[in-house]
Structures are given as C-alpha cells and as structure tokens.
C-alpha cells in the first residue's frame, strides 16, 4: 500500500478509481471528461491524495481549501472540504480508507486547518453520514447532510447560498449545466445531454457554464443540470434515462 499527495497533472490520467471498478459502471463514460477537468483545475479548484496498491490506484480523497473550493456556501478561510473519497469493494477493511484519511489529517494539521466540512449524504453507497460519524464528524444544526470534523477550533462559519436558475423562455425545455464535470457521474449526464440536445433540436436549448466563483456568485450553485429551472439527476443516469426526462418535458410543453 502506497498513499500519495497529487502535485502533478499527469497523475489526472489515474484519477477516479471509482469509475474503474469491475464490472465497468455505464456511468464511466465520463471518465475522461472528468480527467481532463481535474488536470486542468489540481491545485486551483481540487487536491487530492491516492492509494495505489501493486501501482494500481484503488482509493481516493478528493479536497478544497474553503478559499477555493467550489461548494455552493459562503465559509470562513482556513477550512477543507472533502468533496468525495473512494475506496475499491476489494479492497475495504484492509485498512485502506483509514491511511488515505490518516494522510489527509495530517497534512491538514501540519498547515493549520481549523476543520474540516463534508456534504454527508443518506445514500448507504456514497459519502453515508455514519462513514463520517464514526472519525468524529459531527452533524451541522439545520445545513442538511452538511458534517463538521474540528482540528482547531469547535465550531466553523457556514453559510448555504440561494440558488438562481431561472427560465429564459428561449425554448421549450431548457438545460443549463453548471460545471458537472468533477465526477464522472455528472460527466456522463453531461455527455448524454449533449448528444440528446443534439437529436431533438430547437426543441431543447443546452447551455453549459463552467464551474468556478464566477458560476457561484451568480447562480449560488457551484455544479448541477438544471431542466426548466429545476435541478436534476443525482445520482448515476442512463443515456435513455436522460432522452426520456427531455422527451417527458417536451411533451409537458405541448399539453399546455
């Protein structure tokens, strides 16, 4: 087992084991796409460690510092957040999530983080709140699955943005995707999107925004695809899954 900090972008080209699991997930069409992103954006927008065993990398934490990190709140400086972390089935309780988060802590230590904040979700198979609770991450009053890890201090400033995606009336379904491209999950929608906006036309107008401050300040939304102003797909999506959706919202227009 080797656990490693990323510096170079080259190292993008090995990022995701999550998308490399077998049997190969469909939503892996997203992998490269997603590559590319975190090459272009490793040390601005995201940090990373990885754990490779036999020089396979088979586990990931993926981060931000606060002053970069590209999360729809408004938080204080000097804190991480944990955007994602992974390990291979194979490969779970031998330890291996432990030493990625061992090497995360202590690098965090080192450089003085006060804490550090993770969205926590409910879903047993992806960031669940209990992974969290268990090293100590305790539950945010009233910020949903938001979880607060304390190195130097107690407590932290946090502050959810309102979201701002509206309507422009320019045609009958609207998709505005921002960012969506950091995990293969949202890459692959994002790719599925493209080609069904394609097939169906006017009918259906795309726009994608890159993430990033700019995309935050405006939207209060730092990734998400949004149909109609209202934001879809969490979670892995089928190309037929994502050309029925559209399909569906075409068909709500013409009843009107």
């Given at each position: 087992m080797r656990v490693f900090r990323l510096c170079d972008p080259k190292e993008a080209a090995r990022a995701y084991?999550?998308?490399?699991?077998?049997?190969?997930?469909?939503?892996?069409?997203?992998?490269?796409l997603s590559r590319t992103w975190f090459a272009e954006n490793l040390g601005k927008h995201v940090e990373g460690f990885h754990v490779e065993e036999a020089g396979q990398v088979v586990g990931h934490i993926y981060w931000a510092p606060s002053e970069r990190a590209l999360v729809p709140y408004r938080t204080e400086p000097g804190v991480a957040w944990l955007y994602c972390e992974w390990v291979q089935h194979y490969c779970r309780g031998r330890g291996y999530m432990w030493a990625l988060f061992f090497a995360f802590l202590e690098l965090?230590?080192?450089?003085?983080?006060?804490?550090?904040?993770?969205?926590?979700?409910?879903?047993?198979?992806?960031?669940?709140?209990?992974?969290?609770?268990?090293?100590?991450?305790?539950?945010?009053?009233?910020?949903?699955?938001?979880?607060?890890?304390?190195?130097?201090?107690?407590?932290?400033?946090?502050e959810p943005l309102k979201t701002r995606v509206r309507r422009e009336g320019i045609a009958p379904v609207e998709v505005v995707v921002i960012g969506s491209l950091f995990c293969p999950v949202g890459a692959a929608a994002v790719l599925y999107l493209r080609k069904a906006a394609t097939e169906l036309g006017d009918r259906v107008a795309l726009k994608e925004i890159p993430a990033g401050p700019e995309a935050i300040a405006r939207y209060g939304v730092a990734e998400g695809i949004f149909i109609n102003g209202e934001m879809r797909f969490f979670g892995p999506v089928s190309e037929a899954q994502v050309r029925k959706i559209l399909e569906d919202e075409i068909g709500k227009t013409q009843e009107v």
């Open positions: 084991p999550c998308a490399t699991a077998s049997p190969r997930p469909f939503w892996a069409d997203g992998l490269e965090l230590k080192s450089e003085g983080y006060k804490g550090v904040l993770v969205g926590a979700t409910n879903y047993e198979g992806y960031m669940h709140h209990s992974h969290f609770a268990k090293r100590g991450f305790r539950k945010l009053e009233g910020d949903g699955g938001l979880m607060f890890l304390p190195l130097k201090q107690s407590s932290v400033k946090v």
